[in-house]
Structure formats: C-alpha cells, structure tokens
C-alpha cells in the first residue's frame, strides 16, 4: 500500500518515476523497461511521432491504461512555437498535458527562461497542465508557480550527460520554497543520483537517457525504480545528520545569563 | 484565494504545545547538526529539552548571523504620532479606558521630531500610532509619510492593521516596511485580552501580513507579545506564519520582533514569564531556522542583556527610544505606551557597538526607490 502519492493538476501517480521514450533502440524495448520502471508519466517528443498516423510506433507501445502520456514541445525555439506545439498535442494526444520544452540552443539543449516563462503563462491561460523544463533557477521556479504551471522541472545538468546533480545547492532552495511539485529533470545518469534527489526532496525524477542507453534499459528500468523508492522513503524518514567534531570547553557567549 | 488562517485552522493549541514540550535531547542535537532546518527542529531547538544546549545554539547562531549580515547592526528609531486609541488591550498604556491625557502629533511637531532624530544620526524611523481611525486614520498615515519622506530612506510603521488598497496607498507614497504583531495566536486568549474595538477580530489581524504581501509591500515585520500566552506555541506559529509567508509572498523581506510585557501604567503582571535565558535560546533557534531573517530587539531589554545579544543573532535594534507621542522634543512627561529599559542614549549604544566590533548601519535602502520598485 502506498500512502505516498504524489499529485499533480488532477492526477495522482504511485510512481514517483517519469520516464522519456527517446533513445532506446527499439519501441518495444522501450515498452518493457518502461513497463519494468512502472513509471506512470511517460513524456513523448510530439516532433518523434506521428499523430494522423494511430498506429505510429512509439504510440502504440504506450497503450498500457496505466501510463499518462506528456507531450513534450522539445525542437520549439520560442513561445510562440511552444503554444503552438502544444495545441497540436493536446488535439492530437487527448491531454492538456504538456512539458513545455524551449531551446533555441541546438547543442547544449538549454532551456530559455524568458521564452518558457512567456509560453507557460499562455498555455495556463488556455488549460493546459505545465510541465515547465528549466535550469535550476529558483526565481523563475516561483515565477512559474505564480503563471499557475503545476510543477516545475528544473534541471539537474545538462541534457543527456548523466552527469547527476551538478546544481545540488540551486535544487536545494528551489525545493525548500515551492509550493508546487519539483520534478528533477536531465542530467540524472545514475540509480544512485535518482535517490539523491528523492532523498534531497524532489517529488519526482524524470529519466530517459540513462535507462534507454544502459546495456539493459529493463533491468536498469528497475534499477531506477527501486533508486526513487528509496530515496523517497529516506526523506520520509528524516535523514540523521552528519555529526561533525566539536568540543565546548566554556560559554563565552552565554555566561552573561548567570553572572 | 487562500491566507494563513487557513494553515492555522490546521493546527491545535494544546497538541502544539505537547508537541513541542515532548522534544527530547536527541532531537535538539539531530536539529543542532543540520544545515537545513524544519519547523520540527525549530520545535526541538525552543524546547525545554534544548536548555543545556544554549551555548552551542549561540555558538552556531552568532557564526550564521555573521556569515550572512556580516559585522553590522541596523539602527532605526520609533516615533510615537498619537497615543489615541479605541482599543482596549489589556496590556497597554494607551487602551480606551486608561485616563490619560491623548495626543496626536501636528505637522509640525512631527517635523521638529524628526529634527531630533535626523540630528541623532537615524535614517531609518518607525512610525507608530494607537488604533483611532478618525484621528489617525489612512489619511493621517499618509499625510506624515509623505511630510518626512524627503528626510529618511527607510520609513515603517507600526500601527492599526489597513486594508490592502490602503497599504497600496501607502507603500507608492514611500512606505517601506509594516510591523504588525499577532500578540497571541491563541484564539481564547486573544479575546480575552482584546476584549473591545476592532482589534478584538482575530482573523483580521491575523491575515493582515496576507493583504501587505498582495499589496507588494517590502518587508513584514512579525512577532507574539511574551506573557499573554506561553511563549514556545505563540513563537511556533509565528514561525509558522514566517513560513507560509516566505514561500507565499517571495519577494518580500521579513523581520521577527521579541516584545516581552513591560510595566506601564494600569499594568497586567505577565501570565507567563519569559526568562532571559528563554530569549535567547528563542533568538538562536530562529536564526537556526532561518538564516536570512531579520530579528529586532528593542530598548524594553535592558543594558547587560542588550549589551550581549548584539552578538548572539540580533541584526537590528533601536536606541533611546521614546513611547509617547512628542516624546523627544515636545512633551518628554506624558504617558509612555510601556516603559522602556535601556534608556542610553544613541551615542552611547553606537560606541558599545563599535567596542564590540560591530558597525550600527543608518541608511539601509533608498527611499525614493519605493514607489519605483513596487511590485506586485
Ligand atoms: S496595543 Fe495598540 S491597539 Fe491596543 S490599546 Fe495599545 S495602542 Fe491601542
């Protein structure tokens, strides 16, 4: 039984694992280590499929009643393109869901905070459940609860280099003040970096690169499920802390009290 | 949309407190070891449990309030315009119906206060008034604000809570920061001590720091009144309320006071008794839990005490201040709202300040910044 749920918009999800369908060398491998993960929150790159076409390769590996898809705007370069993309996924997909992607940059894949914060603020204006990807920037987080997005993503390093959690300090004020649901995206290349940002608080992890490329994306699919549970249960359960050596000898500042 | 009440209706008095009374010396050591803190560590750190901590609490508090505010000491001043008030609060001087002769401030001798403190070396003053909407109403308020305006870069007040078009008003016409205190989150005993008038609404008060952080306002300022109610449950809502505030309202500073009962005339003895030991372990946990927040201390403590938590968390303090209207340069005998204690003059606290390698600080912010930079 799972008393832990985490909710979004209207939805609640057992799994605190979202994964990506990108990279993986084919859909139906795809489908078995997603399967394995039990992720519920699958993200799809509206670019990757095609959605006149219902019996498109990637969609039809997602069937399973149990997964929510997202819609992701990832190949957009601006606001405009991202409401745009987005309107065509929600038609397309059936979903107000949308991970609002913005990178004009076509090598490192950063996130554009002045576009992303533009695009968020249409697209909950017109309905949409925001997914906004972003760098670990606390005051664009609190800007994007304040445009109503319904969580913020930010990232842990860049896209796709497993790196980990490279911006641990900024994660740590982002989730410290949000009163929205913080999902760590990108950079997540390890089990053992999933449950060092379940254990620092995130609410969720979202993985592609580093179940999709392992050498067995279903075992590592597991791997990173059991990774969140545990990180999760010892944040539940309140880290002890490290002790650190001190003596002390007299009360130099509080002796006044007694004197 | 939603306001503190709401978090607070979540919370019971007495299981607080038991809460709170229940921590043990692990968990205040778990607390000490942290670098983040929870409102659960803030819990263990005001316990009675926390007591044979003290000295490390001012260890690690004197060392966090350094790294972040540095060796310095904002200096601000009160300015008392009216002592008129349709309240009665038990515990004040200038409740409804205590005789006393009132006053209220005319331009003019607001102006010839300001003299005084302007020569005193202040650029930081605090307005405060009692509760009397005709007399002292919004119009009042603005009047003196824009009056002094020119004079200080940094202008508070300390007065009856407004409505937020009111704070709006104020805030575009060069208010920077609004102190308002709870006195006790306990609702029974709020009643009781606020037995008549507009303040005796609870919630109104109490959503008052909800309606300055929707008017955009710069800083807030909070605290409890020590005596009406046991201090660890009235400073765990408070802390309570710092919370919910920082994370709802982000772009504004906020400063906690620690206002123990002082004698006055027609005086309430304190139901509860705030040791000095108390304060500062109640000073350290705050600085524990939050690195960044402003805390007050006022010339209600005396000189030794004063002398001393200048070093162990304390970023901002007054200096011979006067709680009657008119009282430094125009009627120096009339009725003070409570006695103050430490009664050296400004000079004097700047020199023990500097003995102590510490550097009072007048001018902090840019008062024709205000309106500029409202935000909302
Ligand atoms: S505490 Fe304020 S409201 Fe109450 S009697 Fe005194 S001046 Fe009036």
Redesign the pocket.
Known sequence: MNNDILKIADKEFNSRLFTGTGKFSSSGLMEQAINASESELVTVALKRVDVKDNQDDILIHLKDARINLLPNTSGVRDAKEAVFAAQLAREALETNWIKLEIHPDPKYLLPDPIETLKAAEELVKSGFVVMPYIHADPVLCKRLEEVGTQCVMPLGAPIGTNKGLKTLDFLEIIIEQSNVPVVVDAGIGTPSHAAAAMELGADAVLVNTAIAVSQNPVAMGIAFKMAVEAGRMAYNAKLAPVQDKKAMASSPLTNFLYE | MSSFKDVLNQYDWDKTMLSILSKTEEDVKQALHKNKRTLEDFKALISPAAKSFLEEMAQLSSRITKKRFGNTMQMYAPMYLSNE?Q???TY?G??LTNKIPRRTLTDEEILKEVAFLKAKGYDHVLLVT??ANRTVGVDYLNNAIQLIRSQFSNISIEV?PLDQEEYELLIQNGLYAVLVYQETYHREEYKKHHPKGK?SNFDYRLETPDRLGKAGVHKIGLGALFGLEDWRADSFFTALHLKYLQKTYWKTKYSISFPRLRPFSGGLEPKVEMTDPDLVQLICAYRLLDEDVELSISTREREVFRDHIVQLGITSMSAESKTNPGGYTIDKQSLE?FEISDERSTETIAEMLKNQYLEPVWKDWENDWVSMTGFK
Do not use: A, P, R
Request: proline share 0%; hydrophobic share 15%; with cysteine.
């Open positions: 008030c309240n009665i609060c004040c200038f409740s009692g509760e009856q303040k709202q």
